[in-house]
């Protein structure tokens, strides 16, 4: 008996009390045969059953051969049950079929007898009855899988829905988490080896009961599973360090030979979506364990701990994106130093395949993609970069094993970016995990990138040229816009350029066509969109200026050496330098007048460093010389950039005739109209209209194409222009304008608040500039050709001298700011007599000269472009007349008295004389004034006037000189110059003592 008994905890005397031997016996034999020994024939399957389940309570050493038996049962039942779902489907839900609820009873009978075996006695019966029945649901859900009632077993809430309904099915399930509950305190381990040996055989159609139970023991399930496939990943061979006792390693990475790893990956996957977090400790929990040093825990298992979770995280990425982030955390350099101590021991090939499951992985991984890469590249970079603390320094092992993996990362990347480079544009890339959860931090990889730390810069720029060659022309766009903006040396911003040729070698031809012009409007947009600060913006502005000019230097340097140019950083200047100037010239023009003195700065420096297209509309092209000219009064005002704009003003104005007419129409009328900017050059201001100005800042109306000023102010600004009569005096505009009949003149309008006085060195340094960029724009029309500087700097025009087209322009625009009410057209001489009419504009004329010394040097500038200085007649006879008043009037006894009437009338007669309006005697007079009385002047002026009145200021009496370029007037044929002189010689006959040694210079 005791042999039968053999097993058995449960007090069986019980259970033999209640049957004779004889039927015990009996029962047995019709248990094994299947025959009924009253009526010898067949058992019904619900008669046999019930024997099974007495002899189940009565000898429950026979426990194998009856749950064998029941197995049968639990098919039967499932079996009707799929039918009667199958007759459903197929009679269109009116029912059918043979149907299971005959054997309701007897399946809960069987239910109720093992759950008593369990509670009564779970160390022995527990292990048993979880075994059963899970194997018993895992072959009932094979069985059944491919029925029609069955659902998929990709739907898994219909799935599990079904079986669940399934009475015997549930029942035993209620089993198997009855016996798993009462093994948690004691031996789990069991219940869960059962559930994973079956998901190895059953999966998928097993993952029902699998979610289910794992729903159910959250905690237990989790870390068991994962307790249970680890100590199966170093039976099967997995680890990743030898023995204690010295026996050879395992191999590191299991594949198919460890079975059970594939459904603790199946079964932590179903648990992922409710149980996230648990999961996530556990994995951590793991690895932190396996690091600690304790006497206690399996070594093998320690050093198995990590190659498990890497072969984990390769087959369910699920698992990899949830712990990344923390494992990152944890990652500090005591950790780090003890998993090199760990893992350090492992041969070499051995830690080769686990770096390269490692930068598998990595590949793999978006989710924090970038703080993995940073943690790499930090640990990764030498000991004489990084500065720890003490005690915090990382050993040498894990910083080689990191760099290492860095290396094998990019090599990794790269060949999966040029292997799905073949695409055709247009269609949707394959995703590359690691570059795709890069995409968001474009800008903070170019921020690491130009910190140019050793090795670290070098491995960033090589992932930034792989990132914007997967991410197409949108991430390659942004990630140049982005160095554009952020480069703050020339060495960073050659990154830049690096970045643009390692594209330009990579990606198709579509996208290297257009990724310049882009980007360059990409970076547009967030200028007009208001996204960069005033800081960044003129960053990005100065750096377009600087590739600008590379090309220039870059083709200087190449003429001196071997005359050829290939380099990136070339062609890519070339580009943006041509970009600019054809495409967003209207866009970075307003940036002149921005309010920050670094952005306007940066902008005149990258529009002077461009070939300004000579198609440009007429609209933008005085748009772009108005805003030039603007900023180069701005910068005269202490605002640094008057060179760059200097220079821009010089290449705006020899682009085309009417760039130079709005150039040089511009600055004139800028100097001495515009509010405030005459004091700069040691004048006055007088404003245009009623309203006052800013200084500096052109006047509404007073602009070309400026179409914001009111028409009443336009019209009383011109209304006064308007001249009534032939000769051009005492207009009734004029009049009209001046006031009311018994109120007086109209009250002046008010100035602005006047800017502190510039002091003399200033001002003379504002006029010299002015009139050199003056000069320069008028001289650069006559070639429009640009050379480089023997500096090898920005190219500079030839010098050349004054163009009289230019002069003529300087000229207009001087006569009608200093006399607007006069029309150019007014060339002949008057009369000497005319003087009397135009006693009001004479003295206008003579009050602008008088309070601005610009203007004299205007007229100089206008003398040197022979014959432009006849446009000016009218200014020039208002000018004269006034002096011969004054001399006439004056009773000093000598000119000396009077200094600015005696320099005005040398300044007169010197520009009149050199523009040869006056033959050379008459050209000199004005050597003699100092030393004469003022009547004396006044008749040697007279002498001018009337030379002047005979022969009249007309461009027709200018021949041209193909030889010396230049024109030249025949005085000859101007008659007898003689008459002329008579005056002159009494004066030098009479004061011969003191101007005989000047006689010389008046012999005709």
Same mark, same amino acid.
């Given at each position: 008996m005791?042999?039968?008994?053999e097993?058995?905890? $449960?007090?069986?005397q019980?259970?033999?009390?209640?049957i004779s031997?004889?039927?015990?016996a009996?029962?047995?034999k019709a =248990?094994i045969?299947?025959?009924?020994?009253?009526?010898?024939?067949?058992l019904?399957l619900k008669?046999?059953?019930?024997c099974a389940?007495?002899?189940?309570?009565?000898?429950p050493?026979?426990?194998?051969?009856v749950l064998?038996?029941?197995?049968s049962?639990?098919?039967?039942?499932?079996?009707?049950?799929?039918?009667d779902?199958?007759?459903?489907?197929g009679a269109?839900?009116r029912g059918?079929?043979?149907g299971?609820?005959?054997?309701d009873?007897?399946?809960?009978e069987?239910?109720?007898?093992?759950?008593?075996?369990?509670?009564?006695?779970?160390?022995?019966?527990?292990?048993?009855?979880s075994?059963?029945?899970?194997?018993l649901?895992?072959c009932l859900?094979?069985?059944?899988?491919?029925?029609?009632? $069955?659902?998929?077993?990709?739907s898994?809430?219909?799935l599990?829905q079904?079986w669940?309904s399934?009475?015997?099915?549930?029942?035993?399930?209620?089993?198997y988490s009855q016996c798993?509950t009462a093994?948690?305190?004691?031996?789990?381990?069991?219940?869960?080896?059962?559930?994973?040996?079956?998901?190895?055989?059953?999966?998928? *159609?097993?993952?029902?009961?699998?979610?289910h139970i794992?729903?159910?023991f959250? !905690?237990?399930?989790?870390?068991?599973v994962?307790?249970?496939g680890?100590?199966?990943?170093?039976a *099967?061979?997995?680890?990743?360090?030898?023995?204690v006792?010295?026996?050879?390693?395992?191999?590191?990475?299991?594949?198919?030979r460890?079975?059970?790893?594939?459904?603790?990956v199946?079964?932590?996957g179903?648990? &992922?979506?409710?149980?996230?977090?648990?999961?996530?400790? /556990?994995?951590?929990?793991?690895?932190? @364990?396996?690091?600690?040093?304790g006497?206690?825990?399996d070594?093998?298992?320690?050093?198995?701990?990590?190659?498990?979770?890497?072969?984990?995280a390769?087959?369910?990425?699920?698992?990899?994106?949830?712990v990344?982030?923390e494992?990152?955390d944890?990652l500090?350099p005591?950790?780090l130093?003890?998993?090199q101590?760990?893992?350090?021991?492992?041969?070499r090939?051995?830690?080769?395949n686990?770096?390269?499951?490692?930068?598998?992985?990595?590949?793999?991984?978006?989710?924090g993609s970038?703080?993995?890469l940073?943690?790499?590249?930090?640990?990764?970079?030498?000991a004489s970069?990084?500065?720890a603390?003490p005690g915090l320094?990382?050993?040498?092992?894990?910083?080689e094993?990191? /760099?290492?993996v860095v290396?094998?990362?990019?090599?990794?990347?790269?060949?999966l970016?040029f292997?799905?480079g073949?695409e055709?544009?247009?269609?949707?890339r394959?995703?590359?995990?690691f570059?795709?959860?890069?995409?968001?931090?474009v800008?903070?990889?170019c921020?690491?990138?130009?910190?140019?730390?050793?090795?670290?810069?070098?491995w960033?720029?090589?992932?930034l040229?792989?990132?914007a060659?997967?991410?197409g022309p949108?991430c390659a766009?942004?990630?140049?816009?982005?160095?554009?903006t952020?480069?703050?040396?020339?060495?960073?911003?050659?990154?830049?350029?690096?970045l643009h040729?390692?594209v330009?070698?990579?990606?198709?031809?579509?996208v290297v066509?257009g990724?310049?012009?882009?980007?360059?409007?990409?970076?547009?947009a967030?200028?007009?969109a208001?996204?960069l600060p005033d800081?960044?913006?003129?960053?990005?502005l100065?750096n377009l &200026?600087?590739?600008?000019?590379?090309?220039?230097?870059s083709?200087? !340097?190449?003429t001196k050496e071997?005359?050829?140019v290939?380099?990136a950083s070339?062609?890519m200047?070339?580009?943006?330098?041509?970009?600019?100037s054809?495409?967003?010239l209207?866009d970075?023009?307003?940036?002149?007048?921005?309010?920050?003195?670094?952005?306007?700065?940066?902008?005149?420096?990258?529009?002077?460093?461009v070939r300004?297209?000579?198609?440009l509309?007429?609209?933008?092209?005085l748009?772009?010389?108005?805003?030039?000219?603007?900023h180069?009064?701005?910068?005269?005002?202490?605002?640094?950039?008057?060179a760059?704009?200097a220079?821009?003003?010089?290449?705006?104005?020899?682009?085309?005739?009417?760039?130079l007419?709005?150039?040089?129409q511009l600055?004139?009328?800028?100097?001495?109209?515009?509010?405030?900017?005459?004091?700069?050059f040691?004048g006055k201001?007088?404003p245009l209209?009623?309203?006052a100005?800013? &200084?500096?800042?052109p006047?509404?109306?007073?602009?070309?194409g400026d179409?914001?000023?009111?028409?009443?102010?336009?019209?009383l600004?011109?209304?006064?222009?308007?001249?009534?009569?032939?000769?051009g005096?005492?207009?009734?505009g004029?009049?009209?304008?001046?006031?009311?009949?018994?109120r007086?003149?109209k009250?002046?309008?008010?100035?602005?608040?006047?800017?502190?006085?510039?002091?003399?060195? /200033?001002?003379?340094?504002?006029?010299?500039?002015?009139?050199?960029v003056?000069?320069?724009?008028?001289c650069?029309?006559t070639?429009?050709k640009?050379?480089?500087?023997?500096?090898?700097?920005?190219?500079?025009?030839q010098?050349?001298?004054? !163009?009289p /087209?230019?002069?003529?322009?300087v000229a207009?625009?001087l006569a009608e700011?200093?006399?607007?009410?006069v029309?150019?057209?007014?060339?002949?001489?008057?009369?000497?007599?005319?003087?009397?009419?135009?006693?009001?504009?004479d003295?206008?004329?003579?009050?602008?000269?008088?309070?601005n010394p610009?203007?004299?040097?205007?007229?100089?500038?206008?003398?040197?472009?022979?014959p432009?200085?006849?446009?000016?007649?009218?200014?020039?006879?208002?000018?004269?007349?006034?002096?011969?008043?004054?001399?006439?009037?004056?009773? @000093?006894a000598?000119a000396?008295?009077s200094?600015w009437h005696?320099?005005?009338?040398?300044?007169l007669v010197?520009?009149m004389?050199?523009?040869?309006?006056?033959?050379p005697?008459?050209? !000199?007079?004005?050597e003699?004034f100092?030393?004469?009385a003022?009547?004396?002047v006044?008749?040697l002026l007279l002498s001018?006037?009337?030379?002047m009145?005979e022969?009249?200021?007309?461009?027709?009496?200018?021949?041209?000189?193909?030889?010396t370029g230049?024109f030249y007037?025949? =005085?000859?044929?101007?008659?007898?110059?003689s008459k002329y002189?008579?005056?002159?010689?009494?004066?030098?006959?009479?004061? $011969?003592?003191r101007?005989? *040694?000047?006689?010389?210079r008046?012999?005709l």
């Open positions: 005791s042999a039968v008994f097993g058995a905890s $449960v007090p069986v019980l259970h033999l009390a209640a031997p004889q039927e015990l009996q029962k047995i =248990f045969s299947g025959m009924d020994p009253v009526k010898g024939h067949k019904p008669d046999h059953a019930r389940v007495l002899l189940l309570r009565t000898v050493a026979c426990r194998g051969a064998e038996h029941l197995c049962v639990f098919d039967e039942y499932v079996g009707g049950y799929v039918l779902l199958d007759c459903d489907l269109g839900g059918g079929g043979t299971s609820g005959n054997l009873d007897i399946v809960q069987i239910h109720a007898v093992l759950s008593e075996f369990v509670r009564l006695n779970p160390k022995a019966w527990a292990p048993l009855v075994g059963w029945s899970i194997d649901m895992g859900s094979t069985k059944y899988s491919s029925r029609q009632g $069955v659902p998929h077993a990709g898994l809430n219909e599990l079904f669940m399934c009475k015997a099915s549930r029942a035993l399930m209620e089993l798993l093994m948690i305190s004691s031996c789990p381990d069991a219940c869960v080896d059962a559930l994973l040996d079956t998901s190895v055989q059953h999966s998928p *159609h097993f993952d029902w009961v699998v979610a794992g729903s159910s959250p !905690n237990t399930i989790i870390s068991r994962l307790s249970c680890l100590k199966d990943f170093c *099967h061979g997995g680890g990743g360090g030898g023995a006792d010295g026996s050879p390693p395992p191999q590191p990475f299991p594949d198919t460890v079975p059970k790893i594939a459904s603790v199946g079964i932590l179903h648990l &992922a979506c409710r149980h996230a977090d648990s999961i996530k400790q /556990e994995l951590l929990g793991m690895f932190q @364990e396996s690091l600690g040093a006497p206690g825990g070594p093998q298992q320690r050093a198995a701990t990590v190659p498990f979770l890497l072969q984990l390769v087959m369910s990425p699920a698992l990899l994106g949830a990344s982030s494992l990152v944890s500090k005591p950790v130093n003890q998993l101590q760990l893992l350090g021991p492992l041969p090939e051995e830690r080769e686990m770096i390269s499951l490692a930068v598998h992985l990595l590949g793999q991984t978006s989710s970038f703080r993995l940073r943690f790499l590249v930090d640990t990764a970079m030498p970069v990084i500065i603390a320094a990382i050993h040498e092992g894990a910083r094993a990191s /760099e290492r290396q094998l990362l990019l090599l990794s990347l790269q060949n970016v292997s799905l073949g055709p544009p247009g269609e949707a394959p995703p590359i995990p570059l795709d959860g890069l995409r968001p931090h800008r903070e990889l921020v690491e990138t130009l910190r140019l730390e050793r090795k670290r810069h070098l960033l720029h090589q992932l040229a792989l990132l060659v997967h991410g949108s766009t942004e990630a140049l816009c982005h160095m554009f952020l480069a703050r040396t020339q060495e960073e911003l050659g990154l830049a350029a690096q040729a390692a330009l070698v990579s990606s198709s031809s579509c066509a990724l310049l012009p882009a980007t360059l409007q990409r970076c547009v967030q200028i007009h208001g996204g800081q960044p913006l003129a960053q990005l100065s &200026a600087l590739m600008a000019q590379w090309d220039q230097q083709n200087s !340097n190449a071997d005359g050829s290939g380099s070339s062609i200047s070339a580009q943006v330098a041509q970009i600019v054809s495409s967003h209207h970075f023009s307003p940036l002149l007048l921005h309010d920050s003195p670094l952005v306007s700065e940066a902008a005149a420096s990258l529009l002077s460093s300004l297209p000579g198609a509309q007429p609209a933008r092209l748009s772009v010389a108005r805003a030039a000219v603007a180069f009064f701005l910068s005269l005002r202490g605002r640094a950039g008057a760059d704009s220079r821009l003003l010089t290449r705006l104005s020899s682009v085309s005739s009417l760039s007419k709005a150039v040089l600055l004139v009328e800028g100097a001495l109209l515009w509010g405030g900017n005459a004091e700069m040691g201001r007088e209209s009623g309203a100005t800013p &200084a500096g800042a006047p509404e109306g007073a602009c070309l179409a914001r000023a009111p028409l009443l102010e336009v019209n600004k011109f209304g006064s222009a308007v001249s009534f009569s032939s000769s005096g005492g207009s009734v004029s009049v009209f304008h001046a006031g009311v009949v018994g007086g003149l009250p002046r309008p008010p100035l602005a608040p006047a800017a502190p006085s510039p002091q003399p060195e /200033e001002t003379l340094l504002n006029q010299h500039l002015f009139l050199d003056l000069t320069r724009c008028c650069s029309s070639s429009g640009y050379h480089a500087s023997p500096s090898g700097g920005p190219e500079e025009p010098a050349a001298p004054v !163009n /087209e230019a002069a003529k322009l207009a625009a700011s200093v006399c607007p009410d029309a150019n057209g007014e060339l002949p001489w008057p009369p000497e007599d005319h003087a009397r009419t135009t006693v009001e504009r003295i206008r004329v003579r009050r602008r000269f008088q309070e610009l203007l004299f040097q205007l007229l100089w500038l206008v003398a040197a472009g022979r432009a200085l006849c446009y000016c007649s009218v200014v020039l006879r208002s000018l004269l007349a006034t002096l011969l008043a004054h001399w006439e009037g004056s009773r @000093e000598t000396l008295a200094p005696l320099r005005a009338s040398s300044a010197a520009c004389g050199e523009a040869q309006l006056l033959p005697a008459l050209g !000199n007079m004005h003699v100092p030393f004469l003022p009547f004396e006044r008749l001018v006037w009337d030379y009145r022969n009249s200021p007309l461009p027709q009496r200018f021949s041209f000189s193909a030889e230049l007037r025949d =005085f000859a044929r101007d008659g007898d110059v002189l008579s005056v002159l010689y009494s004066v030098l006959h009479k004061n $011969v003592d101007l005989g *040694h000047l006689c010389g008046f012999q």
